[in-house]
């Protein structure tokens, strides 16, 4: 996994602790075996337009982006065992469930990733 970064849109920080996964193991392996998210950690995995939630102990919000980060489909508290893709995406953020809600992120705005 590469660094922590941040997630943000129009300069505010949505959220803070966010490790991008780049490589195909990175990917492969996920949130698997976290035992939750806090509201400021995600995931963001490149050259991704699809999830799996197999194996999963907690529900998360999984929001797909396109190549410039703009937000085309979000799906709220998927719970294991559920699979989810997007024609189009090329990068998926995974966050803690809720998240979309309190940020109010939704498809068309464009989000930004900051190195810490």
């Known amino acids: 996994m590469k660094p922590a970064g941040m997630i943000c849109r129009d300069g505010q920080v949505l959220?803070?602790?966010v490790q991008m996964a780049a490589g195909f193991l990175d990917r492969l392996q996920g949130l698997l075996g976290k035992a939750g998210l806090s509201?400021?950690?995600?995931?963001?995995?490149?050259?991704?337009?699809?999830?799996h939630t197999v194996g999963?102990?907690?529900?998360?919000?999984?929001?797909?982006l396109g190549a410039?980060?703009?937000?085309?489909?979000?799906?709220?508290?998927?719970?294991?065992?559920?699979?989810?893709s997007c024609r189009g995406a090329r990068t998926t953020l995974e966050v803690a469930a809720g998240g979309v809600a309190r940020h109010g992120?939704?498809?068309?705005?464009?989000?930004?990733w900051r190195t810490a």
């Open 56 to 64: 999963m102990r907690f529900p998360i919000d999984v929001i797909f």
């Open 68 to 84: 410039d980060l703009r937000v085309l489909v979000c799906h709220s508290g998927v719970s294991a065992w559920r699979m989810k």
């Open 39 to 51: 509201d400021q950690q995600g995931l963001l995995l490149t050259a991704c337009g699809s999830v």
């Open 15 to 17: 959220w803070s602790e």
């Open 105 to 112: 992120v939704v498809p068309g705005q464009r989000l930004r």
